[in-house]
């Protein structure tokens, strides 16, 4: 495998390469991407994209050449939440039919779908398939965000890759934060139909309130939103999420807005009533570090990278601006020189082993990296 520009991409001949994963901070190169002549797929990424050279504007892709031994099978599905199912079971349907159970799926979708997407695939591979990836952003949450594949793009909807290779295809979900003794049970909540939560209630008393008071306590004061109601500053909401357990590991949730009438919180990921969460928290180098350790999580002795994918939230980028080169370097580092590409996006999708058993989430403000193998 190999990083190229756009510009360089172009210049490939069609039967060199197998697939081509493509990252982009600039909408208008998207209908460039859509004329390459090799199967192609990714989505818009917020403010640059991860590379060797740094976190940079520009289109990069990462590209799989004949003698990878990974086979990609990709798929575009345009839609919204009410019509988004059934043509991915028919996805799905395609997929076990035409190119076998997976052995890993990756998916790229708008925001908003991520739950339904989550979910649909997951019972139509009836949960015996890791589902990683990240959802479509743009530079200005303006909604000039898109996801395509095969020559085709979608401002709603999802593309769906599947992946199977002869060598272990890597992964690790990762939060990176740490709980506090904070936490309450959700007591009321809805999900709107654009998707997230509505948590009007933690242990009975208004969330938005309770949500106030945790922060208070760690010297953060969001007393002009809790009055006014609107978006809870990025430098605040990154540092402070609210988190799920699930055996040894934490699934986060981005609280990004308060709603002043109900006195309720957004959330950008689905949970459900009945369910206890954390307050988390984390420091800038926190944020920086837990790339190191999401890639160390996957290694695996006797196997050699031969590519690497990393997905990094965008809600978590301005606590960190300045030091978002240094993730790259970070995570160039622990892939000891691999080519890889990486994006900032709007929500994270991953795999938890349970249990023993696997579970894929969507979630927020996490990070998580995908590994391409050969043996030594």
């Known amino acids: 495998m190999r990083v190229l520009s756009l510009d360089k991409a172009a210049e490939l001949p069609k039967d060199s390469v197998r697939w081509a994963l493509a990252f982009t901070s ?6 460039r991407i859509l004329r390459l002549p090799f199967p ?13 050279k740094g976190y940079v504007r520009g289109t990069y892709l990462l590209v799989s050449e004949r003698d990878d031994e990974v086979n990609a099978r990709s798929y575009l599905v345009g839609g919204n939440v009410h019509t988004i199912e059934e043509p991915l079971r028919d996805v799905a349907r395609d997929i076990l039919e035409n190119f076998g159970l997976p052995d890993m799926v990756m998916i790229f979708p708008t925001l908003g779908l991520e739950e339904r997407v989550v979910r649909t695939l997951d019972d139509a591979f009836s949960r015996k398939v890791r589902i990683f990836g990240g959802t479509a952003a ?31 295809i890597l992964s690790t979900f990762h939060a990176g934060y740490i709980l506090t003794k904070r936490s309450g049970v959700i007591t009321r909540a809805s ?38 109601g609107g978006i809870i500053p990025f430098e605040i909401a990154g540092l402070n999420p609210i988190a799920r357990v699930y055996g040894d590991d934490i699934v986060v949730s981005h609280v990004f807005e308060v709603l002043p009438k109900e006195n309720a919180l957004s959330v950008l990921s689905h949970i ?19 790339t190191a350790v999401t890639v ?8 050699s990278i031969i590519g690497g994918v990393l997905i990094y939230c965008a809600g978590c ?25 990486g994006a900032a996006t709007y929500g994270e999708q991953g795999s938890l ?24």
Do not use: C
């Open 26 to 31: 600039d909408s208008e190169d998207v209908d």
């Open 40 to 52: 192609t797929f990714g989505i818009t990424s917020h403010g640059g994209v991860f590379t060797s």
């Open 138 to 168: 743009d530079n200005d949450f303006s909604g000039d965000w898109w996801t395509f594949a095969n020559g085709r793009k979608a401002n709603s909807g999802v593309s769906v890759v599947a992946f199977k290779s002869p060598n272990p």
């Open 191 to 228: 999900h709107p139909e654009g998707g997230g939560t509505t948590i009007y209630e933690i242990d009975g008393k208004p969330a938005a309130q309770v949500y106030a008071s945790w922060l208070k306590e760690r010297g953060f004061d969001i007393g002009d939103v809790l009055e006014k």
């Open 272 to 290: 459900n009533e009945g369910e206890r969460v954390y307050h988390a928290t984390a420091t800038e180098s926190f944020l920086v570090s837990r």
């Open 296 to 303: 160390r999580k996957s290694l695996k002795e006797m196997l």
């Open 317 to 341: 980028i301005a606590p960190i601006s300045g030091r978002l080169d240094e993730i790259a370097k970070i995570y160039g580092k622990m892939v000891k020189g691999a080519p890889f590409v």
């Open 353 to 376: 082993i349970v249990e023993g058993r696997i579970m894929n989430f969507h979630a927020n403000q996490m990070i998580h990296t995908v590994l391409f193998t050969k043996e030594r």
